[in-house]
Nanobody, 126 residues
Framework: VQLQACGGGLVQTGGSLRLSCTAS????????MSWFRQAPGKEREFVAG????????KYVDSVKGRFTISSDVDKTMVYLQMSSLKPEDTAVYYC????????????????????WGKGTLVTVSS
């Protein structure tokens, strides 16, 4: 299984981008799907995720109200809509899936995720 993330780029402060992630298998069901990011010199951190059930969403506090994670009805794509971008959002963004964890919870620990995409770079200029 391979994940492919795309949609990154250079954007000014306050701008928007939409990241997309697709899997080589037909669907993400029944896996949790999440986005992580890693800024230069920092640890990879959880950004947003969808539970295995698809009913629960979770966001890191720093992106609440600005980012929205979603998937299509068939769960073949997962998206991260990013708005009101700030320079501190600059990072490589990765999509990841996990078959572990509870059905209605979003795992936050990167160690739980067993499949990762290569990442897409988001640069927000001030």
């Amino acid at each position: 299984v391979q994940l492919q993330a795309c949609g990154g780029g250079l954007v000014q402060t306050g701008g928007s981008l939409r990241l997309s992630c697709t899997a080589s298998r037909r669907t993400f069901d029944p896996y949790a799907m999440s986005w992580f990011r890693q800024a230069p010199g920092k640890e990879r951190e959880f950004v947003a995720g969808i539970s295995r059930s698809g009913r629960r969403l979770k966001y890191v506090d720093s992106v609440k109200g600005r980012f929205t994670i979603s998937s299509d009805v068939d769960k073949t794509m997962v998206y991260l809509q990013m708005s009101s971008l700030k320079p501190e959002d600059t990072a490589v963004y990765y999509c990841a899936t996990s078959g572990a964890g509870r059905w209605d919870e979003v795992p936050l620990e990167k160690a739980v995720y067993d499949t990762w995409g290569k990442g897409t770079l988001v640069t927000v200029s001030s």
